[in-house]
């Protein structure tokens, strides 16, 4: 899925990265709106992991949808 539809479909796609990533806040989501860079931020500062892997699982979970 390429970013432009992650954007459309942001608000749907809410729910699940929620469930893939339950340390993210509500307001978190809000200020990422789709942004797949902050989003990667978002979770490697939340999981204490490296941003290589912040961006491999946001990759791994993007190939699911």
Excluded: C, H, P
């Amino acid at each position: 899925m390429n970013n432009d539809r992650i954007q459309g479909n942001w608000k749907q796609l809410t729910g699940k990265i929620k469930a893939q990533w339950g340390d993210l806040t509500d307001d978190d989501l809000t200020q990422a709106e789709g942004n797949t860079e902050y989003l990667v931020g978002k979770i490697q500062e939340r999981y204490g992991i490296a941003k290589d892997e912040a961006a491999r699982q946001v990759r791994d979970f993007e190939s699911t949808l």
